[in-house]
């Protein structure tokens, strides 16, 4: 692991600023930071955004490159940082800043953890539909700064169709904000938007206002499983192309339905294909998806349909919402695409990666999203033989790395062109291809975004795209 | 600090002053035309610009005459601004040709749809040239399955809708001129209407566009068909950026499925307050309608004496509402609504019996500016942004701002998410009268920044509340949005003048002086 050195003037500063219980420099606390391998020489705790602004001037003038943290389930996410100097961890930035149930408007602090924060809105029947990966650390600030998936975003769409406006520091540590806290604002640019998803490299987010949503008197999920992926895509097709309204609908290949367990759940053939889909609302509406999508599910051949409620019913979304988790559980090495695909080639984008994934003897969890609208979801690649699965070995990563071209060659091709980037994978691999696919003709437009926000590179230098 | 009024916008500034909310001071509105008409006249562009824009388009696709000119001078607003020359593209080559000729002659390029903005973002400030995509207006692929369409930026937004409604589809967002407005201005001002309130504002159903970039004309394609944007998300900065980034040549917007089953209710109430509390209590129950739209009294007469929609003429204010969905869902919500409205004192809560009557109700409301104008020689169409809650105490106080100033104030708007659209009418003959009108929309307007609302919810800055951006954005704000106008459209050419503050000094700067009648409530 490398280690980073600041000269003693540099701590000097960054210990005055916070003074030293808040500026953290012993090598065994600063593990907890590392990423991609890399630790820094200090990882510092600002209080409010005046003190991140400092924070970040002072790092600019001392040439230091910074990366944005809080419950640090997503520091994987991203390309080896090109420096890494301070870690900036936000987690005592975890204020509720207004609430206003009466309007269902929310501003919070980006340290906040979701966990509590959906209790909070629980409490006035509210949530926000932030379904993410390591609920129990995720936070507020890492979910939007990596757009991260949940899958609920077939109904609610992605934050930026809830987040209402943003307060930030950028990499020159001015204090800005965008949009405001009413739910309908056209006042100035969407600066915001461009920070959704931006992994901290344009500004650090210290203050976000969301739109919140009424919890439904009651939700159900249900699972159907077919033999085919075609045979579960059709399904999702004749879900999307009903007047029913799901809250959620997947499609998970074998793999996916092993590594979640729902394979195992479910009395159904371990190598079934499975659609997820969530319901929610009054009774009378529940129970309308439960009887059209069974009709639906049985005319599409669902070898098996099963509703889960209660308790149960978070279940299979959680195995969704986890995805990251428990591919990573299933073995350490496994590469995982966030992938964005149009439904007409979801179906064919299944079929591609199984050949693949087998030309190169590896194992392969697909869950996507369809509802309706263009799907969006993941794809995870770890090897078949446990003797690879360490997956250090050139051959390996040969293998792995072609694997992951390939694929984004086949999900890029075609009248319909998806898109894929891979969200997470080990670093030695992170070193041999390229995350974010070919470059792309706006990407003049997005070197230019970085230098009004964030000229000097203070902020996570080289984790997006194109080393931005 | 004065970052914010450094850079391009100052350079690239043509003295061509402004009306409406930030007015020529000293002069009453007349005047203000009048000398807006001078300031054009004289001006006329290059003739070698001309020619080559001939060239470049055909004769028949350049106007260059004032009594053609006199056409483009107006939108929907109450701002006015000659152009000096109008081109009608018919293609995106023809649109990059056409900035690249703007670019060499150092001339401001502003983009027109059909003109029907709110707040002066089609109107050449500066002069120059305005280009009009009405020549480019096909929709270029309709794809059911993945919802989507794409198309050129002058297709009329209804039309949309009706290409697509026999697969079940439609484009969601509907401003009240969507019968004539087009996507591309949709997509400049990020436009609304009354169906935005479930189903979000135009941003939320644009995945990808192709733009122009006005510093060396080149064509760039950002977002996509899929949901996801890879990379910074160019889309969202585009849309709602008023024509001042960059020219939008073609949009990929998202279709929305029909609901299976639609239900229109009209709630008549005997007090203002009521109708309000109701949308107050109907948000705080997690209902959420389609659309939730408010009439008072009088603008509800006036309308119907034009529309003859059947609304009660003897009542104090409507609520029109509407509950779409899984025919269960809009069942239960129409009979929740209709109890929260008659619970807080509306006197009958009715329902469309079917879709004639529905298109009636819609009718009266979409027309209703219309229906305005015949009464009054002018009137001015605020949009401003409360928090739902405060929405009982901002109807009161724009009742005393009205009665402050002796101007009748209608009231016709989106309850549902607190977006007002207070209408005052005035006659601009009467010495005066125009520019306290002026005073009386920013009290209006600094009432609802006081609430913690917004400058606009859907209408747009443009060159109407640019002045006013302060009163939401600090110096450090501006000088960013600033920062990002200035990387894209570096000379200023493109649609000057507009959304940011001019600033001629550090003192302008500052929040407005308050005005006449009263201070801001603390």
């Given amino acids: 692991m490398s280690e980073n050195l600041l000269s003693e003037t540099q701590l000097a500063r960054l210990e005055q600023l916070l003074g030293a219980a808040r500026t953290v420099t012993d090598p065994a606390s600063l593990t907890a930071y590392e990423v991609d391998g890399m630790l820094p020489a200090a990882a510092v705790r600002p209080a409010d955004a005046a003190e991140v602004a400092e924070l970040v001037r002072a790092a600019a003038a001392e040439k230091l490159a910074v990366i944005p943290c809080s419950g640090r389930s997503k520091l994987s996410i991203g390309g080896v940082p090109a420096r890494y100097d301070v870690a900036l961890d936000l987690s005592a930035l975890n204020r509720l800043v207004s609430y206003d149930p009466g309007d269902l408007t929310l501003s919070v602090e980006p340290g ?41 975003r ?115 053939d371990a190598r079934a294909w499975r659609v997820v889909i969530a319901a929610a609302g009054s009774a009378a509406v529940v129970g309308r998806h439960a009887r059209d999508l069974e009709r639906m599910a049985r005319e599409a051949g669902a070898a098996n349909f099963e509703a889960w409620s209660g308790a149960d019913a978070a279940k299979p979304l959680r195995a969704i919402r986890e995805f990251v988790r428990l591919a990573l559980e299933r073995s350490a090495s496994a590469v995982i695409l966030r992938i964005a695909v149009l439904p007409a080639s979801a179906a064919a984008l299944a079929e591609n990666l199984a050949v693949i994934a087998g030309a190169h003897d590896l194992d392969a969890a697909l869950a996507v999203g369809s509802a309706g609208s263009a799907g969006t979801g993941y794809v995870a690649l770890w090897p078949r033989s446990e003797s690879r699965a360490d997956a250090v070995t050139d051959e390996a990563q040969a293998s792995f790395a072609s694997a992951v071209k390939e694929l984004l060659e086949a999900a890029g091709s075609g009248g319909a062109p998806a898109r894929a980037f891979v969200e997470c994978c080990p670093t030695a691999l992170k070193r041999r291809i390229s995350l974010w696919g070919a470059a792309r003709e706006d990407f003049e437009l997005m070197q230019r975004v970085k230098k009004i926000f964030d000229p000097h590179g203070v902020l996570a230098p080289g984790r997006y795209c194109g080393g931005l | ?83 000096e020359c109008v081109v009608f593209p018919s293609s995106t080559r023809e649109v990059s040709e056409i900035m690249r000729l703007a670019k060499r002659y150092e001339t401001p390029l502003v983009g027109r749809g059909a003109g029907t903005g709110l707040s002066g973002g089609a109107l050449p400030r500066a002069g120059g040239i305005v280009a009009v995509f009405s020549r480019m207006n096909r929709i270029l692929e309709i794809d059911a399955e993945s919802r989507r369409a794409v198309v050129q930026p002058g297709v009329v937004n209804l039309d949309i809708t009706r290409a697509v409604e026999h697969l079940g589809l439609y484009f969601a967002p509907d401003p009240s001129s969507q019968k004539s407005c087009t996507i591309g201005g949709n997509v400049s001002e990020n436009a609304g209407g009354p169906h935005t309130l479930a189903y979000g504002v135009t941003t939320n159903h644009v995945t990808g566009l192709e733009i122009v970039l006005p510093d060396d004309g080149r064509v760039v394609r950002i977002g996509g068909k ?60 997690g209902i959420t309608p389609a659309a939730c739209e408010m009439l008072d009294g009088w603008t509800l007469r006036t309308v119907e004496d034009f529309v003859h929609a059947g609304f009660p003429r003897d009542c104090a204010a409507v609520l029109l509402l509407e509950v779409e969905g899984l025919a269960e869902a809009a069942e239960e919500q129409a ?80 309850a549902g998410d607190g977006n007002l659209h207070p209408l005052i009418l005035f006659d601009p003959r009467n010495a005066g009268e125009f520019e306290r009108v002026v005073a009386a929309a920013r009290e209006i307007i600094q009432y609802c920044i006081a609430m913690g609302g917004a400058l606009t919810g859907e209408h747009g800055v443009g060159m109407e509340k640019n002045e006013l951006m302060p009163l939401m954005f600090t110096p450090e704000d501006l000088a960013l949005m600033a920062r990002v106008r200035d990387a894209f459209n570096p000379d200023a050419l493109l649609n000057p003048q507009k959304i940011l503050p001019l600033g001629k000094g550090c003192g302008e700067l500052r929040v407005l002086p308050q005005t006449a009648a009263s201070a801001l409530p603390a």
């Avoid at chain 2, 889309?235 to 990929?252: F, H, K, N, Q």
């Avoid at chain 2, 809650?389 to 109807?395: E, G, N, S, V």
């Avoid at chain 2, 009205?402 to 101007?407: H, I, L």
């Fill in chain 1, 112 to 152: 906040v953890r979701i966990q509590d924060l959906q209790r909070e809105l629980g409490q006035h029947g509210q949530f926000l539909p932030l379904e993410v990966a390591f609920s129990d650390r995720a936070t507020v600030g890492g979910a939007i700064a990596t757009n991260a998936y949940s899958p609920l």
């Fill in chain 1, 154 to 268: 077939a109904h609610f769409g992605s934050a930026r169709d809830f987040v209402l406006g943003m307060e930030f520091v950028t990499g020159l540590g001015e204090i800005a904000k965008s949009g405001g806290r009413v739910v309908k604002n056209v006042t100035g640019y969407d600066l915001h938007k461009l920070l959704i998803g931006s992994l901290g490299t344009l500004a650090v987010i210290t203050r976000v206002h969301f739109r919140t949503f009424p919890r439904p008197a009651e939700r159900r999920v249900f699972t159907a499983a077919f033999d085919k992926a075609r045979a579960a895509h059709e399904f999702c097709r004749a879900v999307a192309a009903s007047p029913l309204e799901p809250r959620a609908i997947e499609m998970l290949n074998p793999g996916a339905a092993e590594i979640s367990g729902l394979a195992a759940q479910a009395a159904a």
């Fill in chain 2, 1 to 83: 600090m004065c970052t914010c009024l450094q850079g391009a916008e100052r350079r690239g500034a043509r003295d061509a002053g402004g009306v409406a909310l930030t007015p020529p001071r000293g002069e009453d509105y007349s005047g203000a035309r009048a000398r807006f008409s001078r300031d054009c006249a004289h001006k006329s562009l290059n003739p070698k610009l001309i020619r080559e824009l001939q060239n470049l388009l055909g004769r028949d696709a350049v106007l260059f005459a004032r009594e053609d000119l006199l056409l483009y001078e107006y939108d929907g607003s109450v701002e006015i601004a000659r152009p």
């Fill in chain 2, 226 to 285: 899929t949901a996801e944007p890879l990379g910074y998300d160019l889309t969202g900065l585009m849309v709602g950026s008023e024509g001042t980034l960059a020219i939008v040549t073609e949009i990929t917007v998202r279709l929305s499925r029909k609901p299976e089953a639609v239900k229109t209710l009209l709630a008549v109430y005997d007090a203002v307050d009521d109708a309000t509390e109701s949308v107050v209590e109907i948000t705080r129950r």
């Fill in chain 2, 335 to 414: 009979a929740e609504i209709s109890e929260v409205c008659r619970a807080h004192g509306a006197r009958e809560v009715r329902l469309a019996r079917d879709a004639r009557e529905r298109d009636l109700l819609w009718k009266g409301r979409k027309n209703a500016f219309g229906a305005i104008g015949r009464l009054s020689p002018s009137y001015y169409v605020l949009d401003g942004v409360i928090p739902r809650t405060r929405l009982p105490a901002t109807l009161r106080r724009i009742e005393e701002i009205g009665r402050a100033y002796g101007f009748r104030i209608g009231n016709i708007f989106h």
